[in-house]
């Protein structure tokens, strides 16, 4: 069943800003880490950010670090990436994926759940 919803992708140019959201309300166990990954055309699923679902603690990518930002918000059940400076190589479907132990990884055979993708497209 689905248990991670994304919204928020979108068309935008280069250097705008862009927010992702991730509905983790649906779920059905407990989750360790979040996590923001993307997937370009012809190219392997790579991680972008993760986050400790307790602690906060969060991890960036080298090629966003400076420009996104992973946040999550426990009341509200939701998982965000704020990304901004937006560049055309960021262009890809950005997949919320969840991972039950609490260790931060970036590899994506050790996520458990993955929502259906949202699709970010940064123009030139």
């Known amino acids: 069943q689905v248990q991670l919803v994304e919204s928020g992708g979108g068309l935008v140019q280069a250097g705008g800003s862009l927010r992702l959201s991730c509905d983790v309300s649906r779920r059905t166990v407990d989750y360790g880490v979040m996590a923001w990954f993307r997937q370009a055309p012809g190219k392997e699923r790579e991680f972008v950010a993760g986050i400790k679902w307790v602690s906060s603690t969060t991890y960036l990518d080298d090629s966003v670090k400076g420009r996104f930002t992973i946040s999550r918000d426990r009341a509200k059940n939701m998982v965000y990436l704020e990304m901004g400076s937006l560049k055309p190589e960021d262009t890809a479907l950005y997949y919320c994926?969840?991972?039950?132990?609490?260790?931060?990884?970036?590899?994506?055979?050790?996520?458990?759940?993955w929502g259906q993708g949202t699709q970010v497209t940064v123009s030139s």
């Open positions: 994926a969840a991972r039950r132990l609490g260790i931060v990884t970036t590899a994506s055979r050790t996520y458990d759940y």
